[in-house]
């Protein structure tokens, strides 16, 4: 791994509070950022994966499948919501 130097600045108050989070999570400040870098990235892919993944979807073909789910079959024991009894096929 390629390690690189970049300026940081942040807010005083900001770093302050960055600085006893790392030392709460037992890490080094770097440590943290670099945590916290990452998993603003993986937000950002993970968004763009299902705005891209929507994109290509069909509400309709989708509406169709879910209501040909389960018809014919019988309730199976598990499938009852705590507190509301048994579930109950409509179709």
């Known amino acids: 791994m390629r390690n690189s130097n970049f300026a940081l600045r942040l807010q005083p108050s900001l ?3 960055a600085r006893r989070a790392a030392e709460a999570e037992g890490v080094a400040l770097n ?10 990235l ?8 299902w705005r891209e993944r929507a994109s290509r979807s069909d509400p309709a073909k989708a ?6 789910a389960g018809v014919g079959r019988p309730v199976r024991k598990g ?11 409509t179709a």
Do not use: C, F, H, M
């Not at 509406?63 to 040909?68: C, D, E, G, T, W």
């Open 31 to 40: 440590q943290l950022i670099n945590v916290a870098v990452a998993e603003k």
């Open 79 to 89: 499938d009852e919501r705590p507190g509301r009894g048994k579930l109950r096929r």
């Open 63 to 68: 509406l169709a499948v879910l209501s040909r």
């Open 15 to 17: 770093l302050e509070e």
């Open 42 to 49: 993986s937000a950002i892919r993970t968004e763009r994966y």
